[in-house]
C-alpha cells in the first residue's frame, strides 16, 4: 500500500503539465495496467480494462501509456543499479523479488516443509515426482518400522510347550434331541507324551525324510514356502505345504487352525524363537507328541496303539513309515477307511495311498542313507497292515454312527476342520430320539433273532441291515441304524452309505415323474390308472418306436420276477404287485432325465444315481438310507421337501456358531401328485407286497424293493408323522461285494415285503405309541387314463375276495408256496375298483410278491446292478454328500 501512498514520481519529459496528465487519468486506489499496455502476455488475459466507473479509458499513446504502467507498479522512477549474484545479475527486487520476466511471484515460505510434496518450485510432471531424499527416508522408516515390529513381535511371543496343547485338549459333547448328555468323544483321554529317547531313530528319520529333510540345519522356517501360502491366501485359494517341521509344530499347539496372514506372521515369529530357544531334538519331540494320526490319536504314543497296539518305541521301520504317511492326512491314509465321512476315503482307494506313500517313504530314508540296505530290504518286503479300528469309549451300540452322522453334518455345515473338531471344545445338539433309535435298534434285533441263524446256516452270515427315520415336512432325522457296532468291528455307518441299490422302491419315483410331465405321447400328465404291457421278457422300446439294443445290438428284453402274464395292466396294479416291465417302458416314454429330476428334487442326490437307461427306472441308483426315507418324506408332506438334518446347534466356549438353522422347505412336486403317489403306495400295504406292514394297525403306505440276483432287499414307508426306511443286505467282509441272499433265513429268496417290512412294523409300532393316526390327504383324480400304443382292452375277470385273512401281527415263520398260481385280486381307491388279476400273497412269491429287480441284461449304457461297483461306507448319501450338506 505504501507505494501508492508516494508522491507521484515526476516523468522524464514533459514537464508539470504532462505531470497533470497522469495524475488526472488515473483513479485512487490499485488498478491493473490496461490491457496490452505492458506488452505482457498476462496482461491479455483476465485484465481489468475499465475505470470504476464501468467506462473504458482512453490513452493518448505509447508514452502515456507506458508511464501509467510505471505508475500502476510503483517503477515511476528509473531503476537503480540491479545487485549482482556471483557475477550474475539478480532478479528485479532483489533475492525475493517477482524474477526477470515473470511479473509479481508467489511469496516463497520462509520455512522449509517436512515433506515436500508436492515439490515447491516445481512445475508439470516434476512436481510430482518425489525427490531421492523423500523415497529413500521413507523406505528406511518402512524397513525400520518392520524391524521394530518383528521384534517386539519376538519378544511378545511365547514358546509352545507340548504338555500345554495336551492339556487344552477338549472331548466333544453331545446331546440328544431333549437335551440330555448323549455322550463325551474326542481326543481328551486319548494322548500321552513321550521323550524323544523313548521314540525309535527309525519313526524320527521317517518323519524328517518324508516332512523337512533340511530339518537339523534349517532355521525354523522356510520363508519360501510363507511367501508361497501367503500369495495363495491372498488369492483365496489353498494354502500350500512347504512348513518346516518347526512351523508344524507350532501350528500343533495352537487350537486355532484358521488360515490367516495373521497367523501365518505369528507363526513365523514363534517359530524363529522356538529355533533359537529349543533343541531340533526338543522340536521333533514336541512336533511327534503333538501330530494327529486319526482314530482320535493325538501324539506318537497314542498312535502306536491305535494301529498297532504297541508302544511308540518297539515301532520297527516298516510301522514307522506307516504312521510317518498318515501326516499326510489320516482321512485318507487310513486303510480301514472313514467312507462314511468322505467318499473318497472308502477302504480301497485309503489302503492304495497308504501304501503308496509308505512305500515312497521307505525309499527315501534309503536314499537319505538313513537305513541300511538290509533294512530297507526287510521293510519295504511287507506292507504293515495295522489292526482294525477299536471303538473309543462309549461309542457302543448305534451311539458310534449317531456321532459319525452329527460330525459330518457340522463338517459340512461349518469352516470347522476335521482336525480342529478333534482337538474338542465342542458342543453338539442333535435331532436323534433316544427312545426311536433304541427302538429301531431293538426291531432289529428282535427280526435278526426270529429270522437269521449264523451259527448254523452259512448264507445267514454277513448279513446286515441299515435304516434311517425322518419327521416330514420337517427333515430331522430321529433315528438310524449304522450296524451291529463299533465293539463288533463294523465302522461303516449303513444309515448313510451307498453301495446298496434300491430296486423297486425306485418306482413311485418313476410314477410320480408320469404324472407331472406325462410321456412323449400323452403330453400331459397322465394318470396311475393308464394301462402298460405287464408281461415277461418283454422288448422296451424308444421314443421312435425302435428297440433298445444291448451292447451287441440285439434287442434287450425286461424280465419280471415271475413269468405270470399280466397283460395290460394299470400302473396302480404294476405298482401294488412291482411288476417291473411296466415301469421301465414307463420310463423311458416320460424320459429318464425327468424321472431322474424329480428324484433329485425329492432329496436324493445325484451322485448316487446309476446310468440313466432302461434299468434306471427298477432302482439300480445307489442312495443312502437316510436319503429315502427323506425323499419318501416328501410324499408324506404332499410334495413339500426338506433337506435332512441331524445337528441342531453348536457351541464353542459358549459362543454359537453359525450354520446350523433348519433347512428350507421348498416344493417337490405338485400336491396331488404327491398325494397320488401316496394314494398308490397304500394301496401296496393294503393289497400288494406291502402286505405285513398291515399288522401296523394304522393308515400308511410304502414300497417293497428288491435287486436282482436278491442282493439287496428294501421296505420304505411313512406316515404323516415319520418315514422311515429299512435296508438288508448280505456283503463279503474281504471284498465289500455284496453277496445273493437267496437261501438266505431258510428262505428261496428275500424280497422286501420280507424281513425288511417285519423290521418296519416293529419299529414303526414303538416310534408311533400314542400317536393320532392322522391318514393322508383325500388324493384328487389326475392326468389322463391312456393305454400303451396299440394296446388292446384288456378282457375283464370276475372279482373275487382275496383268500388271505390279514392278522394283526404276521407270523414269524411264514410258510412259502413253492408253486404260487396267481389269481385276481380287487384293486380299490379312489378311482373305484378295478380287476387286473394278482396274486394272493403279493405275486410268484407267497411271502413277496413279484417284487423283481432290475434285469441281468444291460443296455449299451448300462452299469451294473451294484451301482457301477459296491463302494461300500463311501457315504454319498444322508446329508452329507452334496451341497445341502
Known sequence: MSEHRRKP????????????????????????????????????????????????????????????????????????????????????????????????????????????????????????????????????????????????????????????????????????????????????????????????????????????????????????????????????????????????????????????????????????KVGTKLSKDEILQGYLNTSYYGRGAYGIQAAAQAYYGKEARYLTPSESAFLAALLKGPTYYDPAGNGSLDANASKDKNTKRSKDRWAWILEQMHNDKRITDAEYQEAIKKYPMPDPRKASKGMTGQIGYLVDTAKKYVLNHSNISEKQFDQGGYQIKTTFDKDKVDALAKAVKKVEKEKLDPKNRELDKHVQFGGASVKPNDGAIVALYGGAGYENGHFNNNADTSGVPVGSTWKPFVLAAAMEHGTYRSKGPLSPLSKYNGNDHLKVKNNDGTYVLKKDNTPFFQENESDYPWGYISLRKAMEQSVNTPFVQLGMDVGMKNVADLAEKSGILNSSFAGLNASFALGTSTPSAIRMADAYATFAASGKQAAPYSVTSVKSNGREIEGFKKPRVTRAMPEQVANNVTDTLENVIQNGTGKKALSLGRTAAGKTGTTDENKSAWFVGYTQQLSTSVAMFREDPKSAKLLSMNGTAGEKSIHGGDVPTQVWTEYMKAALKGETDLGFPEAEEIGVIQDEAGAPSPKPTPSVEPSETVTESPSPTPTESTTPSPTPSNTCGFFGCENDGGTENGGSTGNGGTDGGASTEPTPTDTNLDGGGNSRGNGNGGIFGGPEG
Do not use: H
Not at 550474475?88 to 516463497?108: E, F, H, I, L, Y
Not at 516434476?126 to 522408516?141: A, D, F, N, T, Y
Open 9 to 272: 514520481p515526476q516523468p522524464q519529459g514533459g514537464g508539470r503539465a504532462a505531470a497533470r496528465r497522469g495524475q488526472s487519468g488515473s483513479s485512487p486506489g490499485r488498478r491493473a495496467a490496461p490491457r496490452g499496455a505492458t506488452g505482457s502476455p498476462s496482461d491479455s488475459y483476465g485484465s481489468d480494462s475499465y475505470d470504476s466507473g464501468g467506462e473504458e479509458r482512453q490513452y493518448g499513446g505509447r508514452a502515456e501509456a507506458r508511464r501509467a504502467a510505471q505508475r500502476s507498479t510503483g517503477g515511476g522512477r528509473r531503476r537503480g543499479a540491479e545487485p549482482t549474484r556471483g557475477g550474475r545479475r539478480a532478479a528485479p527486487g532483489g533475492p525475493n523479488g517477482p524474477g526477470r520476466g515473470r511479473g509479481r511471484a508467489a511469496a516463497v515460505p520462509d520455512k522449509k516443509r517436512l515433506i515436500d510434496y508436492p515439490r515447491a518450485g516445481k512445475y508439470g510432471w516434476q512436481r510430482w515426482m518425489p525427490s531421492w531424499k523423500l523415497v529413500s527416508g521413507l523406505c528406511i522408516g518402512f524397513f525400520g518400522s518392520l524391524v521394530a515390529v518383528a521384534g517386539i513381535g519376538y519378544a511378545m511371543v511365547g514358546v509352545p510347550n507340548e504338555e500345554n496343547a495336551a492339556a487344552r485338549s477338549q472331548n466333544n459333547v453331545y446331546y440328544w434331541a431333549d437335551g440330555t448328555q448323549m455322550v463325551a468323544a474326542g481326543s481328551g483321554q486319548n494322548r500321552q507324551n513321550v521323550t524323544i529317547d523313548r521314540i525309535p531313530p527309525a519313526m524320527r528319520w521317517a518323519v524328517i525324510s518324508a516332512e523337512n529333510k533340511s530339518f537339523y540345519q534349517d532355521k525354523g522356517v522356510d520363508p519360501m514356502g510363507i511367501a508361497r501360502a501367503l500369495a495363495n491366501m491372498a488369492r483365496g485359494g489353498d494354502t500350500q505345504g512347504g512348513s518346516t517341521i518347526t512351523q508344524q509344530f507350532v501350528k500343533n499347539t495352537y487350537l486355532s487352525q484358521e488360515q490367516t496372514v495373521s497367523r501365518k506372521f505369528k507363526e513365523m515369529f514363534i517359530s524363529i
